[in-house]
């Protein structure tokens, strides 16, 4: 798919009309224009994260000694994997009356809801003597760490270093490229660059300030590698100021300018913001709100707010009244009605999610209303509407009826039957016609339900791992010798441990069952919550919602 490429042309069209060297008379200070905006400044009402300091003895870079320092956003609760961003030269990121102030920029774009709920890592530069130099830009293993162009700083940061800060800090990180960035400046932005480069399968996101792509130790030749390997699934911004360095080395704007044009070529998605500035990170944390917004602009994230005038709307008001003639089983020929919600303001021609509710026992029958509680009713509010444009799927089973015919309240798992039920069946046609009649994205079709509704998502996600994109299960159990089938779909679990009606060990054991099969479920016990753990799971605006929108079938 060809991505728009994001470089500004000015910088070009001054490049090809002035003179290499830009003169800049001695009382004038080209960084003078960049100063932090307000949200790089503490705002009262905003959550404040920590920030811890620590010492490190790397054995990949032995003999070496650094401080590293460890930011935890105030919304960080554990329940799902939280992404990830290092920092290099991470005393300068770190610090709140520098330029850059990166914790009060996450806190303020997290509460926001600008930003995923994201740790931060900033990693000072290895030294080998016996105290940190005063001068922390000045570590003597910094240019080795850095500059060398090998995946030598890549291993350390996630082969060495996460590792311990996980068990330490008992984090819980996720292991997806596109929860992971990496930033620096100067050589620390060359050196983010090449640990994505080597391994983007381990950071996905690339952020440079005043990147060396310059001969340090080899750096020159990055933008015609780009251009003769294959584009790596990686997203790219860089930033540089056309009165940057200028020296044997080599030009670092000119250099950067490269980086930018073989990007381009090679239609990676990337940035390049281009100012006046000198080699400093004044331009790079003016920009630095904008800058994560663009990393992250995809990646959907809560944050919502009732807003104080909202009126609340009736979902049988949202969700319009649809019907299928069944064709096979008990029901053959029979007519079933279910709802259909569809995105906000579809625009024409572009494709949305679609979202598979299933119910629980309270609300089965044939009125064509009840199964719209709980998500289907908070999914129809204007707030979560505009947030998550979706199609939203609600059928209902019919009365006496199950998802699926078994034992819910047994201790531990159950056997599926051989075939699905004729309610699930009827379910599959509803979903093909809907897939067949509206503008659906078939890479994100998830799939989710409440208690009895649990019970058949999991059936249903074992039976057609190849549709969803995500499977969310709350308070449901599952045929335990079958779940490894979802070992490759993204898949959330909640349950309530004081819950009496289908015990929470029946999702335990699903979820043991299927991470011994290789499976990597997001699994949320919730403390002294009874059976219904679907309205805390549901309503967290950080949680399972947002989750489940962020996942693509790959």
Request: aromatic share 10%; with cysteine; glycine share 8%.
């Amino acid at each position: 798919m060809h991505r728009r490429p994001f470089l500004d042309p000015v910088p070009l069209l001054l490049a090809t009309m002035m003179p290499l060297s830009i003169s800049v008379g001695a009382d004038e200070d080209p960084d003078a224009i960049y100063t932090p905006g307000r949200e790089s400044q503490r705002q009262a009402d905003v959550p404040r994260g920590e920030v811890t300091q620590h010492v490190w003895n790397s054995t990949v870079f032995e003999g070496t000694t650094r401080e590293y320092y460890v930011y935890v956003p105030e919304q960080y609760d554990g329940t799902q994997p939280a992404c990830v961003m290092v920092f290099q030269d991470g005393h300068s990121y770190v610090s709140e009356d520098g330029s850059v102030r990166a914790p009060v920029v996450f806190d303020n774009l997290i509460h926001a809801g600008d930003l995923p709920v994201t740790i931060g890592v900033f990693i000072n530069p290895g030294h080998k003597g016996d105290e940190q130099p005063k001068n922390r830009w000045r570590a003597d293993n910094r240019s080795f760490e850095y500059d060398t162009l090998s995946d030598q700083y890549a291993r350390f940061v996630t082969e060495e270093l996460l590792p311990h800060i996980v068990v330490d800090q008992n984090l819980n990180l996720s292991p997806n490229p596109a929860d992971r960035a990496i930033c620096g400046a100067s050589s620390g932005g060359i050196c983010a660059f090449t640990a994505a480069w080597t391994h983007p399968e381990w950071f996905g996101k690339v952020l440079s300030h005043i990147g060396s792509f310059t001969n340090i130790r080899g750096g020159h030749a990055y933008p015609a590698l780009i251009r003769k390997t294959e584009r790596k699934p990686i997203r790219v911004f860089l930033q540089d100021g056309e009165n940057d360095l200028d020296n044997e080395h080599g030009n670092w704007w000119l250099a950067n300018l490269e980086m930018a044009a073989a990007l381009k070529f090679m239609d990676y998605d990337y940035k390049f913001v281009a100012g006046k500035g000198r080699h400093s990170q004044k331009h790079g944390g003016a920009v630095l709100p904008d800058s994560l917004r663009w990393l992250w602009r995809d990646h959907t994230t809560g944050g919502l707010k009732r807003p104080a005038d909202e009126v609340a709307v009736a979902s049988t008001d949202a969700f319009a009244d649809r019907t299928l003639k069944f064709t096979g089983g008990q029901y053959n020929d029979e007519t079933f009605h279910y709802r259909l919600m569809p995105p906000l303001n579809a625009e024409e021609g572009k494709q949305y999610p679609l979202v598979l509710f299933l119910h629980g026992a309270g609300e089965r029958g044939t009125d064509n209303a009840l199964q719209l509680l709980y998500l289907p009713e908070q999914m129809a509010q204007p707030r979560w509407r505009e947030r998550f444009p979706c199609y939203i799927v609600a059928p209902q089973c019919r009365a006496n009826q199950r998802w699926v015919e078994v034992d819910w309240g047994l201790p531990e798992t159950h056997n599926a039957p051989t075939e699905p039920s004729d309610q699930i069946k009827v379910v599959l046609q509803i979903l093909e016609t809907t897939l067949a009649e509206e503008s659906i994205d078939r890479n994100r079709i998830y799939l989710t339900g409440l208690s009895m509704g649990g019970v058949g998502s999991w059936d249903l996600g074992v039976r057609r791992p190849d549709l969803f994109a995500a499977v969310a299960t709350i308070c449901g159990g599952a045929d335990n010798s079958t779940v490894t089938a979802l070992r490759d779909v993204p898949m959330w679990v909640a349950h309530g441990d004081a819950d009496t009606a289908v015990p929470v060990r029946r999702s335990r054991l699903a979820v043991d069952a299927l991470r011994k099969g290789g499976g990597n479920a997001v699994y949320v016990e919730l403390p002294g919550v009874g059976h219904n753990s679907w309205t805390p799971s549901y309503s967290d605006n950080d949680g399972l919602v947002p989750w489940m929108f962020r996942q693509v079938k790959r």
